[in-house]
T-cell receptor
Framework: AQTVTQSQPEMSVQEAETVTLSCTYD???????LFWYKQPPSRQMILVIRQEAYKQQNATENRFSVNFQKAAKSFSLKISDSQLGDTAMYFCALRGSTLGRLYFGRGTQLTVWP | EAGVTQFPSHSVIEKGQTVTLRCDPI?????LYWYRRVMGKEIKFLLHFVKESKQDESGMPNNRFLAERTGGTYSTLKVQPAELEDSGVYFC????????????FGSGTRLTVV
């Protein structure tokens, strides 16, 4: 079975500060893929960042970076220099190497305040 | 390139009625997925089409849900008869064949059964 757990239902951060969203997962597969998706109030799900499990180097996309700890099955998202537009629901997701489906966590609602 | 389009964006129906949700994937995307998020819970997989064939329908909750993908183009998800617990946001996503990364998601249909 594959599961994704996000233990922080809500987070808040002041503009320009840094925030880290937590995600842990469980899978029996050796090769898999991890994602963070963002869902702003418009509801459009947007891919923020992705990581292949066989790559040890942590992925980075501009102000977004991950801390991928494979042994601990942890995949946290760090947002640097937070902006008001980062306010959204953030979902952590896991995809195995065979089936195409994604397994999602419950999401973390992030609010960035001025 | 046009994105994934879902109709309607909102639907409010009474228990026992029928509702049909539609998803238009990105042109050329063979893979089409349906997901659902019940308020406060994780996003859950419903089913996966490859062209017009159902690749994986293990997430369909019961036989009140019927999904079709005519000619491998758009897809419909019909709920008949609707129950209160069917309320939630229904997401559609599509991806090209053999693309491990990412899907493109639609903005979802918010279904409320009263």
């Amino acid at each position: 079975a594959q599961t994704v757990t996000q233990s922080q239902p809500e987070m808040s951060v002041q503009e320009a500060e840094t925030v880290t969203l937590s995600c842990t997962y469980d899978t029996s597969e050796n090769n898999y893929y991890l994602f963070w998706y963002k869902q702003p109030p418009s509801r459009q799900m947007i891919l923020v960042i992705r990581q292949e499990a066989y790559k040890q180097q942590n992925a980075t996309e501009n102000r977004f970076s991950v801390n991928f700890q494979k042994a601990a099955k942890s995949f946290s998202l760090k947002i640097s220099d937070s902006q008001l537009g980062d306010t959204a629901m953030y979902f952590c997701a896991l995809r195995g190497s065979t089936l195409g489906r994604l397994y999602f966590g419950r999401g973390t609602q992030l609010t960035v305040w001025p | 390139e046009a994105g994934v389009t879902q109709f309607p964006s909102h639907s409010v129906i009474e228990k026992g009625q029928t509702v049909t949700l539609r998803c238009d994937p990105i042109s050329g995307h063979d893979n089409l997925y349906w997901y659902r998020r019940v308020m406060g819970k994780e996003i859950k997989f419903l089913l996966h089409f490859v062209k017009e064939s159902k690749q994986d329908e293990s997430g369909m909750p019961n036989n009140r849900f019927l999904a079709e993908r005519t000619g491998g183009t758009y897809s419909t998800l019909k709920v008949q008869p609707a129950e209160l617990e069917d309320s939630g946001v229904y997401f559609c996503a599509s991806s090209q064949e053999n693309r491990v990364w990412g899907y493109t998601f639609g903005s979802g249909t918010r279904l409320t059964v009263v």
